[in-house]
Each structure stands twice: as structure tokens, then as C-alpha cells.
T-cell receptor
Framework: QKEVEQNSGPLSVPEGAIASLNCTYS??????FFWYRQYSGKSPELIMF????GDKEDGRFTAQLNKASQYVSLLIRDSQPSDSATYLC??????????FGAGTRLTVKP | KAGVTQTPRYLIKTRGQQVTLSCSPI?????VSWYQQTPGQGLQFLFE???????NKGNFPGRFSGRQFSNSRSEMNVSTLELGDSALYLC????????????FGPGTRLTVT
């Protein structure tokens, strides 16, 4: 079992729809959870981080964390074509090393 | 504020050679982490340096090493290069060790032939 798992996609949604990206992790001791966006040929950029159970909202983005289920998700509301990218879920464990999922490729169609 | 810079951006080396990559963090940031990104393995953590000390290390062979200088600039060295070392090497800076916000540099694309 991989430490951080994501559906590789591609996930395709129409413009204006909600995109839902999911991630599960295996280390129950994980403390912090991150979502990065990576455009093709570019380096990852941090979208959000969350470390408490529940929801955290930032503009059109909402991160959701459920530690009991070892599950973290990212919702993108009112998806735009510019949101088309690969989304990486990352988990930081007790020893501070960062583990990344393989990423989910999102395509938003106009 | 200037972002994270990495040099060189592209590098071609021959199997068996060694290579040194450089990373300058955002001004004021003292933590630098290194990652390897490949299509097959994704983003993998190499190591983190904070205040010139290695804080964490990923699961990579001893051929991969690094250091950090007093101005927080960091270098990563790979000795005895193998074909499988071809990858995009990314560094990320953060204001503190284990900091929540990491900012990535543009990466160094290493090709080993």
C-alpha cells in the first residue's frame, strides 16, 4: 500500500462545476496535510494546508480532513479552465518528512 | 521578495560522474528541502536542512548528499550517477523546520546518459 494515494485521473469537469479531489494516507501519526497544484512543466505551488479535522476554506478552495478515516480532500468550486493542472496531496508525518501522492490530473473544459 | 532559485536549470551528465546542484531559498527562510520528481515515482523527499543541519532524510542511497551554508543556501550532490537518477530535482524553502508553507524553486532537470 502506498503511503499517500490519489486517483491518477484524469478527472474532467465542465467549467463552473465543482471538482472533487481525494487522497488517503496510511500513517496514522501524520500531522499536517497539504494540497499543491502543478502546471505542466512547472514546479508545485501550495494551495492549502490543513491539520485539524473538518473543513478549511480559502476562496474557491475547500480542504476537508478526516483523520479517523485517514482521508483528505480538496474541493474546487466554480472550476475554471485555468484550474487544469495536476493536484498533489502531501502528508507530513511526525518526523517532518513530506510524502507526496502521485497526483490527480484535472481538466476543466470550457 | 525574490523566490527560490535553483542552478543550473538543465544538466546532462554521463553515468558514473558526479553532480552538484544549488538552491538559494527565499530571503529569511532557513529551511531547505530537496525532492526528486520522476514520472514513475512522483515527488520523493530527499532531505531537509535547517540552520546548516540535516533535520530529516528520505529513503535514498548514500550517493545523495547535501549541505547548507550559513547564508541558508544549500547544495545537493549525487555521486556515481546512474541512469535512474535522471529526474527533476526540486528544492523548497520554508521559514522554519517543519514549516507549513514550503515554496518550490523551478527545479533542475538532470539527464544522465
Amino acid at each position: 500500500q502506498k503511503e499517500v494515494e490519489q486517483n491518477s485521473g484524469p478527472l474532467s469537469v465542465p467549467e463552473g462545476a465543482i471538482a472533487s479531489l481525494n487522497c488517503t494516507y496510511s500513517d496514522r501519526g501524520s500531522q499536517s496535510f497539504f494540497w499543491y497544484r502543478q502546471y505542466s512543466g512547472k514546479s508545485p505551488e501550495l494551495i492549502m494546508f490543513i491539520y485539524s479535522n473538518g473543513d478549511k476554506e480559502d476562496g474557491r478552495f475547500t480542504a476537508q480532513l478526516n483523520k479517523a478515516s485517514q482521508y483528505v480532500s480538496l474541493l474546487i468550486r466554480d472550476s475554471q479552465p485555468s484550474d487544469s493542472a495536476t493536484y498533489l496531496c502531501a502528508v507530513k508525518g511526525n518526523n517532518n518528512d513530506m510524502r507526496f501522492g502521485a497526483g490527480t490530473r484535472l481538466t476543466v473544459k470550457p | 521578495k525574490a523566490g527560490v532559485t535553483q542552478t543550473p536549470r538543465y544538466l546532462i551528465k554521463t553515468r558514473g560522474q558526479q553532480v552538484t546542484l544549488s538552491c538559494s531559498p527565499i530571503s529569511g527562510h532557513r529551511s531547505v528541502s530537496w525532492y526528486q520528481q520522476t514520472p514513475g515515482q512522483g515527488l520523493q523527499f530527499l532531505f531537509e536542512y535547517f540552520s546548516e543541519t540535516q533535520r530529516n532524510k528520505g529513503n535514498f542511497p548514500g550517493r545523495f548528499s547535501g549541505r547548507q551554508f550559513s547564508n541558508s543556501r544549500s547544495e545537493m550532490n549525487v555521486s556515481t550517477l546512474e541512469l535512474g537518477d535522471s529526474a527533476l530535482y526540486l528544492c523548497a524553502s520554508s521559514s522554519s523546520s517543519g514549516g507549513y508553507e514550503q515554496y518550490f524553486g523551478p527545479g533542475t532537470r538532470l539527464t544522465v546518459t
